[in-house]
């Protein structure tokens, strides 16, 4: 095969990513996409030839009036590891191509050294590939930015400055001999939204992960969003005015600020605060509706902004309940600017396992772009 | 010609814009756009065929080592009228198909209700109609949001409430038997910094056209970025505290509000209010920083949501001088969460004027968007 274009190469990627969601005959490829039929016909053969995607059985649409031949992805073209390292332990899992969950492992740092926490994440890459059939073929880091997703550098980590400054898919790719790339959680965590979650068939959201950072992926016509300098949808940084005084939004609302403030009323972690939201405990739904409000007037802000208005809340907003979500969603209604429709849902993919699964999804693209570019 | 593709017609569009900002041959062209020459061949001899473009004088490009054929847009292939509808007043222009201006003309409504406006604005088009050689193939407005610029109407515009539910683009097809469009004015104002202004090289970037509504156009990649329900970059709709109160930005610092806090120390215009700056009035100087505090505030917020770094100041921030834009950088440079480049310009194309030329650059497209989809 000639070197691909750049085109040829989107095109390809924008194929792949379609049947990621959803098995589809190369009609519907062409149209969903905006595609000629002569392209999707290019492009699905050189996935066949290279084993990545198959012919399945035949379909009815009845818009056509002939059967469909649907494409899938082959399951065994590849296998990937995703990781995702968290603040307080890595999580991982190993996919197919297909994006089938083969494993999954996590491991709770020792202590919060450099060291302690590259050897976490080598005892779970470790026991992930030496628990799976077949080789993997690749990794993928999701990890707090900011970070040089390029270079594959963690750059700034924000509260997670040990972590400063390291090249992490470089280690990986020395040690473990395949390619390795990394990605901002919060994007990964909208990837998994994207193929896992409640994006599946939408265009556009916003996906807002919540932990000690808050972070949010933007997805923009089915791709994510990009800043200029290797980020964006850092809402965690939005200035919000605290007693008159200028606050970044994740140091007065982040995972740990949040438990520093229920630890006055005695509640340690976010099970507990979960239960006692369950309870009805007065000063904490009290300070789940300040919450609520404070985070809601950011996404008000948010959605003003973009102009997109499906937003989903990952990460610790999911142990928040209901008394945040009803919380932030009549802020919304409060102040939304022009009256539409706004939906605002809890994530349901978990808080932690999210960002190994999405950095699993980010991996499937990148091998596949990886493997065209050759 | 057969019905075009919407990619061909994108395509089409996107090489028709890059003529609007510079003469380029069909290789800078295909380069540029990450087209194949191919294509690019194919749609600059569909222009050159409608008449919307011709070839230039030969160049000599070094890289290529042999002289290119420069392509132009053909001026007088079409004119078009680019209307600015401001809340005290009309300001309109009529352009060739390159952008040269061929009339302006301006009018202030006596009064304020729907009859005055209308009629002022069917005045200013009478006029420039009137006294343009040719007869105009177009018009287009801008105006204040919210509006629905795919039927032509203006919805719920903020601060401007007696033009609600206006179906301008039919009003004025109607009596004018031609085409024509509507869309927000922050959104114009970006793009006549886009083929005008110092936008003209820039992939992204953000203008901010403070009136008595603060908005701001995004340009993502080229393009203006349009939310879901048709408005998107209303960052005077982000919410700011005010002694422990959410208000919209436009409420605390719209042109309108800015002057009625002037007003407590005598200033009652924005002339007066640029003058007061320049001789550096004690009160004046402590006000315009404060705007640029909490005005910089936001743009930080909007620059780590979108991660675009470059912001064109616009509309009546022109009047505020250094000081003002002196403490928008320096809130900037504080906030920001990471260090990189941050350019913060004020626009140089004047505060009123800029809606219609940029209505007119859009109407240029919407043209030739329309002929070639016939």
Redesign the interface.
């Known amino acids: 095969m000639n070197a691909i ?3 040829g190469l989107r095109n390809s990627l924008r194929i792949f990513e379609t049947l990621m969601v959803k098995n589809a005959s190369r009609v519907e490829i062409a149209n969903e996409l ?3 039929k002569t392209t999707v016909g290019e492009i699905t053969k050189n996935f066949i030839d290279l084993g990545f995607i198959r012919e399945k059985e035949k379909t009815h649409d009845s818009r056509i009036g002939k059967p469909q031949t649907l494409l899938e992805i082959v399951p065994d073209a590849f296998h990937v590891a995703g990781i995702g390292i968290l603040r307080k332990q890595v999580e991982g899992c190993i996919v197919d191509a297909d994006g089938k969950i083969l494993r999954r492992k996590s491991k709770y740092y020792k202590s919060f050294d450099y060291n302690s926490i590259i050897n976490s994440i080598f005892e779970v890459t470790d026991d992930l590939i030496a628990g799976n059939r077949d080789k993997i073929d690749a990794i993928a880091f999701g990890a707090p930015g ?1 970070l040089d997703s390029k270079n594959g550098i963690i ?2 980590p ?1 509260k997670f400055l040990e972590f400063e400054n390291v090249p992490l898919a470089k280690i990986f790719s020395d040690r473990y001999k395949v390619n390795a790339w990394i990605e901002n959680d919060a994007d990964v965590a909208a990837i998994a939204e994207k193929y896992y979650g409640k994006g599946k068939n939408l265009n ?1 959201f916003i996906s807002i992960h919540m932990e000690e950072g808050i972070g ?1 992926g ?1 997805i ?1 016509n089915g791709e994510i ?11 965690g ?5 605290d007693n008159g005084t ?1 606050k ?1 939004l994740e140091d007065l609302y982040g995972a740990d600020a949040i438990l520093e403030r229920t630890r006055m009323f005695g509640i340690p972690d976010f099970e507990s605060l979960k239960k006692a939201e369950k309870n009805k405990d007065k000063k904490v739904i009290e300070f789940l509706q300040e919450i609520g409000e404070e985070v809601g ?2 996404i ?3 959605i ?6 499906t937003i989903f809340l990952g990460g610790k907003a999911t142990y928040l309940g209901n008394t945040f979500l009803n919380s932030v969603r009549s802020t919304i209604k409060k ?1 939304l ?2 009256d ?1 429709e706004v939906k605002v849902e809890l994530s349901t993919l978990g808080d932690a396992f999210v960002v190994a699964l999405g950095a699993s999804a980010h991996g499937r693209v990148k091998y596949v772009e990886k493997v065209l570019k050759k």
Not at 237 to 241: R, S
Not at 304 to 309: K, Y
């Open positions: 274009s750049s085109v905006d595609l000629t900011t750059l700034k924000a556009s949010s933007i923009l969003h990009h800043g200029e300098y290797g980020y964006a949808g850092e809402m940084h939005f200035l919000v005015k200028f970044y007037a950011v008000v802000s948010m003003h902004l973009t102009g997109i208005s102040y600017f022009y539409h």
